[in-house]
């Protein structure tokens, strides 16, 4: 599972900085997403509720291998109806082995409705962050194209990938103190990675739609609805 970089504690700016990035991607895209939808996520458990949305926050529990909150689950069991979430959100697990990450975008696949999304949230490890994560020896992190690799693969369609946090190899008391301006500039001006991504994709939907056509009064022409060409 990712942490981030040891000299990194918990209420400084850097990790706050860090925690409202993710927390930014998961809102844009649970904003178009009414229904139910589920996070997994290394922090606290909950229900957030919206006009017409609900969110179940699982914590997961890497020592006992399961998520606890309001719906208890084993890896990768998630206790939902098939087809009964609009958007099934992954949120900073680490997960970088791709076998375990296959076995968990099946399930999200099982309980996504068509057209529902999942969204994996995570470190960029290639990023000024997560090289220094992984310097002090913290567990590899997933890459981002390994992921979107991985869900076209599966059979998911409008793989999209986005980052955010643009941080360069600065000392940390000047990121902490500029954070702000520099993630700015950086993104306007220098490619520097993101220090968080967004990878998310859609479930194909199933649904049959049937067109009714009729022949038209005159021989060999069909008659189509407004908007389609006529085929002979």
Request: charged share 25%.
């Amino acid at each position: 599972m990712s942490k981030l970089p040891s000299d990194v504690v918990p209420g400084s700016s850097l990790i706050s900085r860090s925690e409202r990035a993710c927390t930014l991607l998961i809102e844009e895209r649970w904003r178009r997403a009414p229904g139910i939808s589920v996070k997994l996520t290394s922090a606290a458990a909950g229900v957030v509720e919206r006009p017409g949305r609900t969110r179940f926050d699982l914590q997961w529990q890497p020592e006992a291998r399961q998520f606890t909150g309001p719906l208890r689950c084993g890896w990768p069991d998630i206790p939902m109806a098939a087809g009964s979430l609009q958007l099934l959100i992954v949120e900073r697990l680490g997960i970088a082995d791709e076998q375990l990450l296959e076995e968990l975008l099946t399930e999200a696949l099982r309980v996504l409705a068509d057209d529902g999304r999942v969204l994996l949230v995570d470190t960029n490890p290639w990023s000024w962050l997560g090289l220094r994560a992984r310097w002090q020896g913290a567990p590899p992190m997933p890459a981002a194209a390994m992921v979107a690799r991985l869900m076209r693969r599966m059979g998911l369609d409008d793989v999209e990938s986005e980052h955010v946090l643009r941080l360069p190899p600065l000392p940390r008391a000047i990121l902490e103190r500029y954070g702000d301006p520099i993630n700015a500039w950086c993104t306007r001006v220098l490619a520097v990675p993101g220090c968080i991504y967004a990878v998310s994709g859609r479930k194909r939907s199933s649904n049959v739609i049937a067109i009714p056509i009729r022949r038209d009064q005159r021989p060999a022409l069909i008659a189509a609805p407004e908007g389609m060409r006529r085929a002979g």
